[in-house]
């Protein structure tokens, strides 16, 4: 008898599927400080030609009322692997995401994603203005 927790869909598939962006409250409010969050193997489809791509997502910012929770944001940013999505787009609408969870102070995302044809894409996009630290 096959194993319900193995089968299609997996569940890993599972849990991306139900998940969401989960925030908390920030252990510090008032203060100015910066998360770094670096996502390694990000992965969207060309809406051209369907190939895969491949980005390292990195996520720096300044909390304001909420901090981002670390798993719920890495299913989340698992949920892409299988969107055909442009680079641009898909940059700006994560950040959309991530500030509607949490309302930083400052955010900014940058997308670097592996060269493919012989062309090399980073888009960085941001949000609010950032205080010093």
């Not at 409250?25 to 809406?47: H, M, Q, S, W």
């Not at 692997?81 to 995302?109: G, K, T």
Request: aromatic content about 10%; proline content about 9%.
């Amino acid at each position: 008898m096959p194993n319900p927790s193995t089968t299609t869909p997996h569940y890993g598939d599972r849990l991306i599927a139900d998940s969401q962006l989960i925030a908390f409250d920030n252990p510090r409010p008032g203060r100015a400080y910066e998360v770094a969050i670096e996502l390694p193997e990000f992965t969207c489809k060309c809406p051209f030609s369907g190939y895969p791509d491949f980005a390292v997502l990195r996520l720096l910012y300044q909390p304001g009322a909420r901090v981002l929770e670390l798993k719920a944001l890495k299913l989340y940013v698992n949920s892409w692997r299988d969107r055909s999505i442009s680079h641009e787009e898909v940059a700006n609408r994560i950040l959309d995401d991530f500030v509607a969870a949490s309302d930083p102070l400052w955010m900014q995302l940058e997308a670097d994603f592996n060269p493919r044809g012989n062309v090399h894409t980073v888009v960085r996009v941001s949000h609010g203005v950032r205080q010093p630290c």
